[in-house]
């Protein structure tokens, strides 16, 4: 039973450039969510997605948009990239009616120079 | 303003020995609350999970308690090893229309286990 898993694990980007992470959910999971960590801080919540529709989101701007596919799969999309963008970017899966089961997966360390 | 705040920030000791991390919050509605603990460079693994009418809840040589009164949490290590080496998030997750929404993170408590 695969867990959470996102693509890519490390990306170098140019300030200024565009980036696309990918996640796929967890087996039977419906619901994504993402979340940035900068390095020795928790993780802030981006936003979540449930039924392909962005439910909640956290204070991030606009440069930040996502998508959720029918398979459940996502994508996180950074527009115009800032020095500031650079962390690790975790996704987390769960069954959106059910109070519990938050599953993360491993991330992808952004580095913008 | 939805908050989790734990103490202490960073913590070392000896192989064997046991350790007790604490975390308040201060969360409403509040779903429940989870301990994590992340690896360097990692994604967070879950050790534990309570709502609201539970007090404690064990994972091995993890034992995580909640009072939901006081809102405060701790998560007590015994028999420390090695590899318990890690930071330790307390996520409290915020209920959302009968279930659990945004999930929010305390900082982390840095935990280095010495031989």
């Known amino acids: 039973d695969a867990g959470v898993t996102q693509s890519p694990t490390h990306l170098i980007k140019t300030r200024g450039q565009q980036v696309t992470l990918r996640c796929s959910p967890k087996?039977?999971?419906?619901?994504v969510s993402w979340y940035q960590q900068a390095l020795g801080q928790g993780p802030q919540f981006i936003f979540q997605?449930?039924?392909?529709?962005?439910?909640q989101r956290g204070n991030f701007p606009d440069r930040f948009s996502g998508h959720q596919f029918p398979n459940y799969s996502s994508e996180l999309n950074v527009n115009a990239l800032l020095l500031g963008d650079s962390a690790l970017y975790l996704c987390?899966?769960?069954?959106?009616?059910?109070?519990?089961?938050?599953?993360f997966g491993s991330g992808t360390r952004l580095t913008v120079v | 303003k939805n908050q989790v705040e734990q103490s202490p920030q960073s913590l070392i000791i000896l192989e064997g020995k046991n350790c007790t991390l604490q975390?308040?919050?201060?969360?409403?509605?509040?779903?429940?609350l989870r301990w994590y603990k992340q690896d360097t460079g990692r994604g967070p693994v879950s050790l534990t999970i309570?709502?609201?009418?539970?007090n404690t809840k064990s994972n091995g040589r993890y034992t995580a308690t909640l009072d939901a009164d006081t809102k405060q949490s701790s998560l007590h290590i015994t028999a420390s090893q090695l590899s318990d080496s890690a930071s330790y998030i307390c996520v409290v997750s915020e209920a959302y229309g009968g279930s659990q929404g945004n999930l929010i993170f305390g900082k982390g408590t840095k935990l280095s286990v010495k031989p």
């Open positions: 309570m709502t609201f009418s539970e």
């Open positions: 975390c308040n919050y201060t969360v409403s509605p509040f779903s429940n």
């Open positions: 087996s039977g999971h419906d619901t």
């Open positions: 997605y449930y039924e392909e529709e962005e439910r």
């Open positions: 987390a899966s769960n069954m959106g009616s059910l109070n519990y089961g938050y599953t």
